[in-house]
């Protein structure tokens, strides 16, 4: 054993958390959750992890890019639209009312879908790649089918009331919180070593964000606003079905109305907070005052990509 080993004996400290963790879910009485932590165990096993982590690496740094790079164009029926307009942007609120639910929650679960698409096709992203990854109904599928996405073939349209629950969806108590992290710090001391937790912590986030965004959306199909355990093993259930899914088969649809959001009224942005306001159709900078309820200044924009570039 060298000295490193006997400083820091990795393996043994990780199978010991792994042990702990195991342990106490195993106390839980969640239907499906047994299912959940043997396909933990599989994606451990089977290599199709460390083949998505490596398509992270490959495509962490066009997020953003493919991003904006439909942004100022997209359909106004779809589920990218109503997330931005109606959710909130995490970098905009004080932390302490930080929601469970944001709009870079849902982007991160086009990153996923992109991390999965990738693994496919190997190669770099086309401009038909990146319309695939947003605009094939797959997150339609995903927030309304859950862990059925791939056999339901009919859903609801998505509306703005659907977006406005979900943007309210809070824990059910500290326990179910607790319950989840537990789950994500199972699947991380299985997946990914001690060494390499630095490196992915962007690539756990992401994962973690689409779960709870899928708990989320059981929630408010469900009729309810608070997560639950339950909830949470749908979002794993549904998750690591993802991860096993060849998402090249959803291709992008043609039925969307697309709205052109360079000739929109502009918008109010905040000097202090960096909050914005989208101005609507027929309104003006003048209709608003020229404070922000954080007492910052509202200055009006034509468009705010500089607001993009900045938090990049």
Not at 70 to 90: G, M, Q
Not at 302 to 312: G, K, P
Request: charged share 30%; with cysteine; proline share 3%.
């Amino acid at each position: 054993m060298s000295w490193r080993d006997r400083l820091f004996p990795v393996e043994e400290v990780t199978e010991n958390k792994i042990r702990e963790y195991i342990e106490i879910l195993e106390k839980e009485n969640v239907p499906g959750l047994d299912v959940v932590i043997d396909s933990i165990v599989t994606i451990s096993n089977s290599g199709v992890y460390d083949e998505s982590r490596r398509a992270y690496d490959s495509i962490k740094s066009k997020f953003y890019w493919w991003e904006k790079s439909i942004h100022n164009e997209i359909p106004e029926n779809s589920v990218y639209f109503l997330a931005h307009e109606n959710l909130d942007y995490i970098n905009f609120i004080p932390q302490k009312s930080a929601r469970i639910i944001n709009f870079f929650t849902f982007m991160c679960m086009y990153d996923f879908i992109a991390i999965r698409y990738f693994m496919t096709i190997k190669r770099d992203f086309d401009d038909l790649d990146v319309l695939n990854v947003y605009l094939s109904g797959l997150d339609e599928r995903l927030i309304f089918g859950l862990d059925n996405f791939d056999k339901i073939s009919d859903w609801p349209q998505p509306t703005v009331e659907f977006f406005k629950k979900l943007k309210e969806i809070s824990w059910e108590n500290k326990d179910i919180k607790t319950f989840s992290n537990r789950l994500g710090l199972l699947k991380v001391n299985m997946t990914i070593t001690s060494f390499g937790l630095p490196k992915y912590a962007h690539f756990s986030t992401i994962e973690k964000k689409l779960i709870e965004l899928i708990a989320g959306c059981n929630a408010v199909k469900d009729n309810r606003d608070c997560i639950n355990k339950e909830d949470i093993v749908i979002g794993y259930k549904t998750y690591l079905k993802l991860l096993n899914t060849d998402v090249t088969k959803y291709k992008a649809r043609s039925n969307f109305k697309v709205i052109n959001k360079k000739d929109d009224g502009g918008y109010l942005v905040c000097d202090k907070c960096n909050q914005y306001y989208k101005l609507r159709p027929g309104e003006s900078p003048e209709d608003f005052t020229d404070e922000c309820e954080c007492g910052g200044k509202l200055k009006y924009y034509d468009n705010i990509d500089w607001l993009y570039n900045t938090l990049s």
